[in-house]
């Protein structure tokens, strides 16, 4: 088939496709771009079912920019809890200030201005300009990388710039005139309904009839993507520090610094240790097993004038960012007699608070943390 034949089938089966079978999902509602925008940052890295709780609460709570650019940081942060990467809602906050200040509380229908809003790269920017304004800019994500690489037979590595140059040119080149929002919306559909990374639904996709990577029996092999190198280890020890006296029933939480891997959020006092957990500590945990870490987890809270008295290993979690594994044995302690609290919760460094299972909503916690305090918590419930 003649290419531009190729191309004018793909866009008019896809658009017809996505209209009768698309998902009534939230932010499809309306053509409201504070609304598409959130959705879309949201769904990065993130699957659609688990989005849609997090946007109904984002919403209620912040239901118009003006009350995002003014909420605390805190409070975003605490409605992101769970969603993970959030640099994406400190940058969302940044940029809707920004729209606030610089256009006036409207979110700009432009390549060129909205490109430059904190955090808005070039997918973000076609997807909200696309669905919100309908202007014919093409949003790629992985999805529509791997429809596009399948049907137009595209072996490059869809990990190098420019793969992605030639993907978000062709998808410019495939958009229908005044279709420029449901066309990629249907894009990323098929890619997530149908065109699927393992035993893609072929029988049922709108475009098989000239996909070429079907023809030639390469479905499952595309696309082409480098492997990315795994995350790196890091190994780890926490002090989950349980209150006696007026602080009986409560944890210690401290503040993470204010730049850097999650900035500002709460966590348990934690360090890490220059060595790994051998199979036997990890098989058999208790303080005796880990000495060299327990030492270490005391000097590093010294240095912060917090002391502690060890009492027994409580649990092992670990957590994967996108770059680092964290391999964390997780000690309850207590604090040494001669800071236990009489009135004296003053001697407790400033980014250090207790907390218990009412108090803790109050704070973000990094998922690894939020799920050893509602352990603890639900341990210590009576």
């Known amino acids: 088939m003649d290419t531009n034949l190729k191309k004018q089938y793909f866009s008019e089966e896809l ?29 990065q890295q993130t699957r659609v079912e688990t989005v849609i709780p997090y946007f109904h609460r984002f919403i209620e709570r912040f239901p118009t920019m003006e009350a995002l650019a003014e909420a605390p940081e805190e409070d975003v942060l605490k409605l992101w809890e769970g969603l993970g990467y959030y640099s994406r809602a400190r940058n969302l906050q940044g940029a809707v200030r920004e729209v606030q200040e610089r256009y006036g509380g409207t979110v ?22 696309s669905i919100a304004y309908n202007k014919p800019e093409p949003a790629v994500d992985g999805n529509v990388m791997r429809v596009l690489s399948r049907y137009f037979l595209i072996e490059e590595d869809i990990m190098k710039v420019s793969t992605r140059g030639i993907m978000e040119k062709l998808a410019k080149e495939l958009i229908p005139e005044g279709a420029a929002g449901d066309f990629n919306q249907g894009l990323m559909e098929l890619g997530a ?17 000239h996909c070429a990577a079907r023809e030639a029996g390469m479905e499952e092999e595309l696309p082409v993507k480098k492997k990315a190198k795994p995350p790196r280890p890091e190994y780890r020890i926490a002090a989950l520090i349980e209150g006696t006296g007026p602080n009986q029933g409560k944890v210690l939480i401290r503040q993470r610094p204010q730049e850097g891997l999650l900035a500002r959020m709460w966590e348990l006092p934690h360090t890490d240790v220059p060595f790994t957990y051998s199979p036997s500590e990890k098989a058999h945990p208790s303080i005796d097993s880990i000495p060299s870490s327990v030492s270490i987890l005391a000097d590093h809270l010294a240095e912060e ?3 502690i008295h060890p ?18 044995q997780v000690i309850a302690c207590s604090l040494e007699s001669s800071l236990l609290p009489s009135g004296s919760s003053l001697l407790m460094p400033s980014h250090y608070q207790w907390v218990d299972r009412d108090t803790m909503g109050q704070y973000a916690f990094p998922n690894v943390f939020l799920k050893i305090l509602n352990r603890y918590f639900a341990e210590h419930s009576n």
């Open 15 to 43: 658009l017809s496709w996505y209209r009768k079978h698309r998902r009534d999902l939230p932010w499809r509602r309306s053509r409201n771009p504070y609304h598409i925008w959130i959705s879309e940052v949201m769904l």
């Open 108 to 129: 700009p229908d432009t390549l060129k201005e909205i490109s430059t809003l904190k955090g808005v790269g070039p997918y973000t920017a076609g997807a909200v300009l």
């Open 193 to 209: 309904m149908v065109c699927t990374p393992r035993s893609p639904h072929c029988l049922t996709c709108p475009v098989m009839e």
């Open 305 to 307: 004038t917090i002391g």
């Open 311 to 328: 009492e027994r290993w409580y649990m092992h979690a670990e957590h994967t960012f996108s770059h680092i594994h964290w391999d964390m």
